[in-house]
């Protein structure tokens, strides 16, 4: 079983009816406030909407928090909704430094503080579910239950054998020199993550591609970028030292796409917390949100209404 998940971790490496069935840049609902929230040392682009639970949204690289609009969108109703840019990126202030995942941990926790949120449900895709997880292990108590999207957490579970991935070369890929060579190509370099991690480059779309690009391209956003890859080192102690401390109590979702990490996202979970649920997304790559908006939003909405149970059954969800 082991084996057969690495298999598609090598492509990786390689309510709901309303959502679209392809990505677009949806807006989100006229009831979200966008707020610039000091924390951290820094100050940090916020979305936020809706009363009840909060849940926290954390995008990764190759998109900003308006990924997550379709999800947003489901949630809004019934939960308050809190979607950053994560340090330096998106429309967060540009930031030089403070890129290893617990110090961003802190200013996911500097936002709620602002916002008066004492408990989460945090959920975290590419990047983010490294933040997301970083989050989890230093405030436990802060969080309700957490939900991994497809991407390996530093020093968790086969990470030593992810990192032999060719596919993965862009994890060391940065610094002055890097940042100069893409400056002005960042539509060609974040294209080879939009088509090389997809099931169908078809399904993360022109409108998309050239939203984010134009983002990407602003002053700071590249060596951000740049940097949370950068900081993996430091990640892989703060997290080992982390799961060496205790593992994870509450209850996980861990999504995988099928054309990319598939089921090996909840064995790679496994390793750290101890009521974890499986979900492979079929007809997926690496960008559930752009790829299978509907089926990884029933997902996520299916396991925060029933979070909190002893016991999850594995399941496999349709689009």
């Known amino acids: 079983m082991f084996w057969k998940a690495l298999s598609s971790l090598a492509l990786f490496l390689s309510v709901v009816t309303a959502l679209p069935a392809a990505a677009d840049i949806q807006p989100y609902p006229g009831s979200f406030s966008v707020r610039e929230v000091p924390a951290n040392g820094t100050n940090i682009h916020v979305r936020v909407g809706g009363t009840g639970p ?19 969108t489901a949630l809004v109703g019934n939960h308050t909704v809190i979607v950053p840019d994560l340090r330096g990126m998106g429309l967060s202030a540009v930031a030089e430094s403070g890129f290893d995942k617990r110090n961003q941990a802190k200013d996911i926790a500097d936002v709620l503080d602002v916002l008066h949120v004492e408990r989460a449900d945090v959920i975290g895709h590419d990047i983010g579910n490294m933040v997301a997880f970083a989050f989890a292990e230093r405030y436990p ?9 497809d991407a390996p957490v530093p020093g968790v579970g086969p990470w030593d054998d992810i990192l032999k991935s060719p596919l993965l070369w862009h994890f060391r890929f940065g610094g002055h020199d890097m940042e100069r060579l893409v400056q002005g190509r960042e539509r060609i370099y974040l294209d080879r993550f939009w088509n090389d991690f997809s099931a169908n480059p078809a399904r993360f779309d022109e409108a998309s591609r050239v939203h984010y690009a134009e983002l990407y391209a602003k002053p700071g956003r590249m060596h951000a970028g740049f940097a949370q890859f950068a900081a993996f080192d430091q990640d892989v102690l ?3 030292a982390a799961v060496g401390h205790g593992r994870l109590q509450m209850p996980v979702l861990a999504i995988g796409g099928d054309h990319s990490l598939g089921s090996t996202m909840a064995y790679i979970m496994r390793f750290a917390a101890d ?4 979900v492979v997304i079929p007809d997926s790559g690496h960008w ?3 790829e299978q908006p509907k089926a990884t939003v029933a997902a996520i909405v299916g396991f925060l209404s029933d979070r ?3 016991c ?4 496999n969800t349709g689009t």
Not at 312 to 315: A, G, L, R, S
């Open 54 to 72: 909060a849940v926290v949204l954390v995008h990764g690289y190759g998109d900003t928090g308006d990924m997550w609009a379709p999800l947003a």
């Open 141 to 149: 108590e802060r969080t309700s239950s957490l939900v991994m999207m």
């Open 238 to 240: 703060d997290n080992r």
């Open 275 to 278: 009521n974890v649920r499986e």
């Open 288 to 290: 559930l949100m752009e």
């Open 308 to 310: 909190g149970s002893l």
């Open 312 to 315: 999850h059954k594995d399941q």
